[in-house]
């Protein structure tokens, strides 16, 4: 029995929707690749997971969310993911889950070592940071296993062996889409088919909800991020010109470093920078080689068949295991940036001329904390209250010793009259570092998560006040708004943004800490399954999934 064939038959729902009709619109100058795709129905998604074993139960909890939906949980140990594969019956099985390993956590000299490789990271490593280069794996298991698969059933269907996947006339691709996020983050499918429809088969990593180490501070949500808009994006359409300054420009065929980082260039106004979050001259960069962007932690990203293909699996692996260990979604970005690709944003906000921000915070449809509380409700911060105040007094702790350490250091080094080493020391304690502003969160300490998904809104800026029409010498030369005049936009205050993340955001994290630090209760595990449980039950009806097998 195929698992595949199976799964193809499970979930066949063709949908049409208004927004994606629209984002398809704007996507004009690549509609022709577009137009010969069939429609993308469920059994295209492939939602991957990584965690942790104790963490399963907000795994399981999911699975109403997921239905004709395939799964792939990555784990720590290859014991535990046959054991599961073998409990649950696999992609065949009622829940379409597969369970994959890399690297046991006990690092074994026949296995290449731990996540790590042969260098194990110390102990007292943050439980982000140790899971992860296996997190940033996570998507390279889960193409090499389907491939895998589909190999097999095809060449069990023909009889023949040589049988080559996604190469024109031949069969389609074993799945077109791998939504990869947290286990605590929440897809809801209905708008992700929506959002991706709009997209062409050319290689991706869509993600709106940005995060960037601008050298000095960590920015979550990043409003400096070096991305592209989706290749053939009409920005004409949408901001009345092709080449808005300072905006993000549509790259295709693919994204490429270079032209994120021009547009972060251009935004900071070159090197100078503009003192708004732009950072080191490093950061900043010139050509390709501005530091990378990242998915902000738990917002998920979307990644395409066509992108995985080009991405080989040894260089994959020696870029998470190389550098310092970081979480999965910065080494995910990092990698993909080694290897060419820059992040793509959604422009959804644009789209929806709900906005004229590309990185508006208030339109991302990744991990908005708007979809947070449409999804989870108020109830996430009475489960979640107490692990959040835990986790935060531990992180105060650990940032007044580093401020001390770094006082003690700069008082040392005035005494010694060395004033720019006294600088370099309160820089490096991260003293300076403005935080916890609503949007514009700061965090000089890495080993803090940023927690831009659980964030406060604040309300999105009124549209801007129509230009004036251009005067030379008292004669009044435009008074139309004219080719160059962007459209006007729509008026949105916070119940009708709020109302718009709702109807279309792609996911929504509940962020149950991964840290030692909040020290997470059994109880407060199952109480917070439970809330994603419900959650996925709600998530899964609107979506009109199919009913469990
Ligand atoms: C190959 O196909 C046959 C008939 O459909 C089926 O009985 C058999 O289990 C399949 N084998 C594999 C390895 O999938
Ligand atoms: C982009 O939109 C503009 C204005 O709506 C339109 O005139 C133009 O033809 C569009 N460009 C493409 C390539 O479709």
């Not at 469920?42 to 395939?70: C, F, M, N, Q």
């Not at 296993?145 to 023909?158: G, I």
């Not at 209905?190 to 991706?204: K, Q």
């Not at 250091?409 to 304690?429: L, N, P, S």
Request: aromatic content about 6%; charged content about 15%; hydrophobic content about 45%.
């Amino acid at each position: 029995m195929s698992s595949l064939m199976l799964l193809f038959a499970i979930a066949l729902f063709t949908y049409s929707f208004g927004s994606a009709q629209l984002h398809r619109a704007l996507l004009s100058e690549d509609g022709a690749a577009e137009a010969t795709q069939p429609p993308l129905t469920l059994a295209d998604l492939v939602i991957v997971i990584p965690t942790t074993k104790e963490r399963l139960p907000l795994v399981h909890a999911s699975r109403l969310a997921r239905r004709g939906i395939r799964t792939i949980i990555a784990l720590e140990t290859a014991a535990d993911a046959a054991a599961l594969n073998e409990q649950t019956g696999g992609l065949a099985g009622p829940h379409a889950e597969a369970y994959v390993a890399w690297a046991d956590a006990q690092p074994d000299e026949s296995a290449g070592g731990g996540p790590y490789g042969r260098y194990p990271p110390p102990a007292t490593l943050h439980a982000e940071h140790r899971t992860g280069p296996r997190a940033a794996m996570a998507p390279m298991l889960a193409h090499e296993l389907l491939m895998a698969l589909a190999r097999k059933a095809a060449a069990n269907a023909t009889g023949l062996e040589h049988y080559s996947l996604g190469a024109p006339n031949s069969a389609p691709p074993p799945y077109r889409w791998l939504l990869l996020a947290r286990d605590d983050t929440l897809w809801l499918p209905h708008h992700a088919l929506s959002l991706l429809s709009g997209f062409s088969g050319r290689a991706a990593a869509v993600c709106d909800h940005l995060a960037d180490w601008n050298g000095i501070t960590l920015l979550s949500p990043s409003r400096v991020a070096a991305a592209c808009l989706p290749c053939g994006f009409n920005l004409t359409a949408v901001m009345g010109r092709k080449r808005p300054p300072k905006f993000p420009q549509p790259v295709c065929p693919v994204c490429r470093p270079a032209s994120g980082c021009e547009f972060r260039f251009d935004l900071c106004n070159g090197l100078v920078g503009d003192g708004n979050g732009c950072g080191t001259r490093r950061f900043l960069g010139s050509g390709d080689r501005c530091g990378h962007s990242w998915p902000a932690a738990g917002a998920g990203v979307a990644l395409n068949f066509k992108l995985l293909s080009y991405i080989n699996k040894e260089k994959w692996v020696s870029c998470v295991r190389d550098g310092q260990p970081t979480t999965g979604e910065r080494a995910l970005g990092r990698c993909l940036w080694r290897v060419g690709f820059g992040l793509t944003l959604s422009g959804a906000g644009l789209s929806a001329a709900l906005s004229r921000d590309p990185l508006s915070p208030h339109h991302m449809l990744f991990g908005n904390p708007m979809a947070r509380q449409a999804v989870f409700g108020t109830e996430a911060d009475s489960v979640l209250g107490p692990v959040y105040k835990r986790l935060e007094a531990a992180a105060a702790a650990a940032r007044a010793a580093v401020e001390d350490k770094a006082r003690a250091a700069a008082a040392a080094a005035t005494a010694a009259g060395d004033a720019a080493g006294a600088i370099k020391a309160i820089a490096a304690g991260g003293v300076t570092t403005p935080g916890g502003q609503p949007w514009l969160y700061g965090a000089a300490d890495l080993t803090i998560a940023t927690p831009s998904t659980r964030l406060a809104v604040a309300a999105p800026p009124p549209p801007p006040p129509p230009p004036p029409p251009l005067v030379i010498d008292g004669v009044v030369v435009d008074t139309e708004a004219g080719v160059t005049q962007a459209p006007p936009l729509k008026q949105c205050d916070m119940a009708c943004t709020a109302k718009w993340v709702a109807g279309a955001a792609v996911s929504a994290h509940l962020d149950v800490p991964l840290d030692e630090g909040a020290a997470l209760t059994r109880a407060e595990l199952t109480a917070a399954a439970a809330l994603l449980a419900a959650a996925a039950e709600r998530v899964g009806k609107e979506a009109g999934l199919p009913a469990a097998a």
